[in-house]
């Protein structure tokens, strides 16, 4: 008996139908480089260091100890969102109360009176509140309304992942278990949200001491300690880029005289590489290689471009 002949989609399915066929695609074109839409940090250097910005339909965490800037660049990131080419507007939730308004204020354009307009705030003080506001924020994403003064959200920052996990879990096999069953219903919410709606989503974290090398998971020294992200080697895996914030403080020992860095841990389309930045009134901003050297003055260009080449070597064989 002749097996049945496969069933051909009508005209009427053939545009649904065509939208859930996987197809063949030149590799070069799933390069983030190559067609995705960026979200600059507001300075060039920063933007150097990422290539362009932070990837849309990615999730991208920052991590760093207290202090190094995480809460900083996402204010940045939430008031740059509705003047770059992304055109949109963000949606902020936060797990460390309070909110800080003050200085979201202070950092706001006062050309734009209205760009606060494009920030929406919400609190979520559990894991199971966090997915309750991605549920939420979904059906926002998909119906976005028909308000002409907000523009649709396309940035979604989280500050922070790991405050959520503090109390609530202890270090029993159940409880780690549930532990991670909830990174990754978080992440796969997070990615869904990412890609569906070609949105930029930002997740910041905080770090642990550590005792003994991890197995797998980013070490870097701050503040004299090596220290690597929370949640272990389960969130690591979660995330598609990782953006490492260390500081190092000045023999005074003021937090105003830190040396803070941004490292680009790992990430699908870029090198390990960092760079030098600052946290000033107006925000974040990078430091030249020049400047981050040391504070002498030079006659001319070429004084200062010998001195800086005897830093490289100097760097290279340290």
Known sequence: MRPPAPKVPSAASSSSYSQREPRPENPLLLLPSSRVTKLSLGCPLLDRLLSGGLPAASVTEIAGESATGKTQLCLQL?????????????????????????RLRRLAPKSRPDIL??????????????????????????????????????????????????????????????????????????????????????????????????AGNTVAWSSGRRVSPALGIAWANCVNMRLFLTREVGGDGASGSARRRMKVAFAPHLPERSCEFMIRRDGVFGVEPAESYCPKKFQNAQALGSHQNAHKVQCNLG
Request: aromatic residues 6%; charged residues 20%.
């Open 78 to 102: 939430a008031l740059l969102a509705p003047q770059s080419p992304l055109s949109a507007s963000s949606l902020f939730l936060h797990s460390d109360l309070p909110f800080p308004l003050h």
């Open 117 to 214: 307009d494009h920030v929406l705030v919400a609190a979520a003080h559990s894991p199971t509140d966090l997915l309750s506001l991605l549920a939420r924020a979904q059906r926002l994403l998909a119906n976005p309304g028909r308000s002409p003064h907000r523009l649709p959200i396309r940035l979604i920052l989280l500050d922070s992942i790991a405050s959520l996990f503090r109390a609530d879990f202890d270090a029993s096999p159940a409880d780690l278990r549930r532990r991670s069953a909830l990174f990754f219903q978080i992440s796969a919410k997070l990615k869904e949200l990412a890609y569906r709606h070609q949105c930029v989503v930002v997740v910041t974290n905080q770090v642990v001491d550590v005792v003994e090398e991890g």
